[in-house]
């Protein structure tokens, strides 16, 4: 009986973390976020509110559960993370507002994050630590930069910007 009350309160964690990361399916709100956002918060949001469920994986989520617990979804979430990295990188070549093109590139990178974390080894969690937090650098000068070329241009499509 504790071994399914395990399961369903990982479950749940989970879907609470995976919805802040963004993790595939769970990633919906992102590009619209974005999209919608001035500058700032795009900078802001790439830069630190994504991570935060990273962080909240592996500083709360790890120690909470028993490694059986893990081990048990760790096919699951390896393979909807696998689904989220190339679903997040085809999507991001179609588009053509440069905002939305980097925020499927940020699902892209968040999940391939959280394969990192779910290889349950320290060398795949101090990789996702490294790559989220050049991931926070890097995507956030690229919203800057695109806010910066939109501020100018009053555009943010990619067809404006063909010989950039």
């Given at each position: 009986m504790f071994m399914y009350n395990e399961h369903a309160f990982w479950i749940l964690v989970f879907l609470a973390f995976a919805i802040k990361l963004p993790l595939f399916p769970f990633h919906i709100w992102l590009p619209y976020a974005h999209v919608e956002a001035s500058t700032i918060t795009s900078v802001i949001l790439a830069a630190l509110l994504l991570k935060l469920g990273?962080?909240?994986?592996?500083?709360?989520m790890l120690p909470m559960?028993?490694?059986?617990t893990h081990l048990?979804?760790?096919?699951?979430?390896?393979?909807?993370?696998v689904i989220g990295m190339i679903y997040g990188s085809l999507c991001a070549l179609r588009q053509i507002d440069l905002k939305r093109q980097i925020a499927f590139l940020s699902?892209?990178?968040?999940?391939f994050a959280a394969i990192g974390i779910f290889t349950l080894t320290t060398a795949g969690i101090n990789g996702a630590i490294y790559m989220m937090v050049?991931?926070?650098?890097?995507?956030?000068?690229?919203?800057f930069l695109i806010g910066m070329l939109a501020e100018r241009y009053h555009t943010r499509s990619i067809m404006a910007f063909s010989g950039l």
């Open positions: 990273g962080y909240g994986i592996i500083k709360f559960f028993l490694l059986n048990f979804f760790r096919p699951v979430v390896l393979a909807l993370c699902v892209a990178h968040m999940n050049s991931h926070g650098l890097i995507s956030s000068l690229y919203f």
